[in-house]
């Protein structure tokens, strides 16, 4: 797997950096050599933060964690893109079809992991009233829900806003 390493408000020190490449490389059994994997960490009021992302075809592993201590928070890290990793695997219907980043041996191999069924168990209808981002945020406020979803009166389309760690807001808008 090939690194990119990034430090904010840190260092990254050779030993941070060894201790990602030992800890994530034991995940280079469900990779091929040539898969990204972008690590970033921070540090935010004696917080230790690191966030992994793995583009993969169509999809993104993504994992973050914080602790007191950055050899913890990748240790952390490590075990939760394992598990959506496994995860993943379940939901590849045809073989053919997964990404090209994926290990043929790891596809081949049967999991341990136990099956954990994505049920739906309720559905919403809403009318979607056009608005603006800043419109939404406060609808959501109101409701007192984490996300809200809306139709972009700037863009017609529909949108989503969610609240973020810190107190701050996201956008998300669709790409074609």
């Known amino acids: 797997m090939r690194y990119t390493i990034v430090g904010r408000n840190i260092e990254v020190t050779p030993g941070l950096r060894e201790a990602v490449e030992d800890k994530i490389g034991k995940l280079d059994r469900y990779f091929t050599p040539d898969t990204e994997v972008n690590v970033t960490m921070s540090v935010q009021r004696e917080r230790q933060n690191i966030e992994v992302t793995i583009p993969i075809k169509g999809s993104i592993i993504r994992a973050e964690e914080s602790s007191n201590d950055m050899y913890v928070s990748i240790d952390l890290v490590e075990e939760v893109i394992e598990r959506q990793i496994l995860k993943y695997k379940k939901k590849l219907v045809d073989r053919k079809q997964s990404s090209p980043s994926f290990s043929d041996t790891f596809l081949q191999e049967d999991s341990v992991i136990a099956d954990e069924e994505i049920k739906i168990v309720k559905t919403k209808k809403f009318a979607v009233k056009p608005m603006d981002p800043e419109e939404a945020c406060l609808q959501m406020e109101l409701l007192g829900h984490s996300f809200y979803v ?19 807001y996201g956008l998300i808008e669709p790409e074609f």
């Open 150 to 168: 809306f139709l972009n009166s700037e863009s017609d389309q529909v949108c989503v806003v969610y609240k973020r760690k810190g107190g701050t």
